[in-house]
């Protein structure tokens, strides 16, 4: 199911790719609004999941500080680590993209990419376990959400007991929230402010991608 659904992802045509992260964009910055959220960890993209890096550029030219995943050694949770546009990369233990520097953020809202996801919030990766393992060791629990295509729904993942439910999914089509996770109240939304923005460097080459 895991390689079905990549090698769907694989045949949308750009220009739609485009609409669709410009959909998910709109829904996300209504949700994170309604969040109040001022620390974000995201990911960054392979094997053609939605690259929200122009959207999380933006995020942080407004002041907010976004985080990046590093596997710093297989198989034990992630550590998040602060980026900004034109910080130093480097490969993590999986060859994918993370700041080399170690200044260690705790994100309110984690921003999650999914090969597939089902209607009870489970989400389908690579098969990994990183993000089962993080989630557990994060406390307080960031709000998570499920970044995919309306595509990969399935009916079920047949998820596991390790198998953590995420609390929102948002896709080109819909967003989909659990009722657990409760909403920022609206008096509190004015009491979330963002950090001063940070000192731009150049911006990382637009070019550098990691090979599948």
């Given amino acids: ?5 990549l090698n769907a992802r694989g045949t949308i045509r750009a220009d ?25 960890g995201f990911y960054w993209p392979i094997r053609g999941e939605v690259d929200l890096r122009p959207f999380m550029r933006e995020f942080v030219k407004r002041g907010g ?9 297989r198989k034990r949770p992630l550590e998040f680590r602060r980026w900004w546009p034109g910080i130093p990369m480097y490969p993590d233990a999986h060859g994918v993209p993370a700041p080399k520097w ?6 309110q809202v984690l921003l999650i990419p999914m ?9 389908l990766g690579f098969g990994s376990g990183y ?14 959400i499920g970044i995919s295509y309306e595509l990969c729904r399935l009916n079920t ?3 596991q007991p390790h198998d953590i439910p995420l609390d929102a999914i948002v896709t080109e089509d819909r967003v989909r929230t659990r009722p657990e996770r409760a909403i920022v109240p609206e008096t509190d939304r004015e009491n ?11 911006e990382l080459d637009a070019d550098f991608r990691i090979s599948d």
């Fill in 131 to 144: 993000l089962d393992r993080t989630l557990v060791t994060l406390e307080p629990k960031p709000y998570s």
């Fill in 65 to 73: 500080c976004a985080a990046l995943p590093a596997v710093i050694e």
């Fill in 102 to 107: 170690r200044e260690m953020i705790h994100p």
């Fill in 16 to 40: 739609l790719c485009s609409d669709f992260s410009a959909h998910i964009e709109e829904a996300l910055s209504v949700l994170l609004r309604r969040r109040g959220a001022s620390s974000i």
């Fill in 157 to 159: 993942i047949f998820p």
């Fill in 1 to 5: 199911m895991r390689r079905k659904l």
């Fill in 115 to 123: 090969v597939g996801f089902d209607q009870n919030f489970h989400r």
């Fill in 192 to 202: 979330s402010v963002f950090a001063s923005p940070p000192c731009y460097a150049a």
